[in-house]
């Protein structure tokens, strides 16, 4: 059955209109209750009858939960720490099967006369579809939206989730989107957009908890973000032993040291600082800022209000009620 796809209207509506530029966005929708740039529509039918195979890996997750760094872990352990091939871009190693419905790039890349998009920025599906065996991709789909052969089990590729606590979360993707998405608001009407389920792949619960009922399954690993900040050597082991790799001790050292927040910070292949600068060389953005900024756990303390604290609390303690999940 095709998505169920309908605009985002009203009060939110608006605020997502005019807070978020509309160089690469034009308008959003909901895809079975996901918010989402109205450019998916061109893409969900190709996202539902994505052909999946049983030898990929997926890295799934909501936007800035640790991504990057659990991409790069796991790439890093299922290719026996090639710290040479890792010198490609982690975009291109392991794309981004969302990426284009995310931004659509077709007007600004008039703005550059004779720079032809490459294929991975113009139709990431049927860019990641063609490639060889074993295909690492990268999604921030939640499970209700991923294809349909995941979902009903035809094909069981390897998944690993990550999940990181909402209101650090909400405070790292505010920072992002300024960064890479337009996002011209205040950090008040940010949180208001989170909590509401209006930001891009919300509801945040939905996504979040959607894997967590499948955390038992022969082929998912749910990973927590603030494991890995507290003990990253144990949740490397962890993910080899899902990947069915065998590290010894001197490279568990080596990959922990290539995935410390300093080292991933000052590696281009993961830093995504040329995106940044095409940005903003294209005028996309005017903000200061870098894609690995802090990588600490708690930064909301000092961001947030206490009103919006309390509404997160109250909003964490219901959606958690229940549910055997601490973030």
């Not at 284009?100 to 998009?117: N, Q, S, W």
């Not at 790799?245 to 910070?265: D, G, I, W, Y």
Request: net charge negative; with cysteine; charged share 30%.
């Amino acid at each position: 059955m095709a998505p169920q796809i309908q605009p985002v209207d009203g009060e939110l509506g608006e605020i997502l209109k005019n807070t978020f530029t509309n160089d690469f966005r034009f308008g959003y929708v909901t895809v079975d209750g996901v918010c989402l740039p109205k450019y998916y529509e061109k893409f969900a039918e190709a996202i539902e009858n994505f052909e999946v195979r049983d030898d990929d890996i997926w890295v799934c997750s909501f936007p800035k939960t640790g991504t990057t760094w659990t991409q790069e872990m796991v790439w890093c352990i299922a290719n026996d720490l090639d710290f040479e091939g890792g010198k490609v871009v982690l975009s291109e190693r392991f794309p981004f099967l969302d990426f284009t419905p995310l931004f659509d790039y077709r007007e600004i890349a008039k703005r550059v006369p004779g720079h032809d998009l490459p294929e991975l920025v113009v139709d990431s599906v049927n860019f990641i579809r063609k490639l060889p065996s074993p295909r690492y991709i990268k999604t921030h789909l939640p499970f209700q939206i991923l294809p349909r052969q995941i979902r009903n089990g035809e094909k069981k590729p390897k998944i690993i989730y990550v999940a990181r606590n909402p209101k650090d979360t909400c405070v790292s993707y505010c920072h992002h989107c300024k960064l890479l998405e337009g996002y011209r608001g205040s950090f008040d009407d940010f949180c208001k957009l989170f909590l509401a389920d209006k930001v891009n792949y919300a509801p945040f619960w939905k996504h979040v908890l959607g894997f967590w009922e499948k955390r038992n399954d022969e082929n998912m690993l749910f990973l927590k973000y603030q494991d890995m900040k507290a003990d990253l050597p144990s949740v490397i082991r962890k993910t080899a032993e899902f990947l069915g790799k065998v590290l010894t001790n001197e490279q568990l050292t080596l990959l922990t040291n290539h995935l410390s927040f300093a080292s991933m910070k000052a590696n281009p292949a993961v830093n995504y600082e040329d995106v940044i600068e095409f940005n903003k060389e294209l005028k996309l953005i005017d903000y200061d800022g870098k894609f690995m900024r802090s990588g600490t756990v708690d930064q909301w303390k000092g961001q947030m209000s206490s009103e919006v604290i309390k509404q997160f609390d109250d909003w964490i303690n219901e959606n958690l009620k229940d549910t055997g999940l601490s973030l």
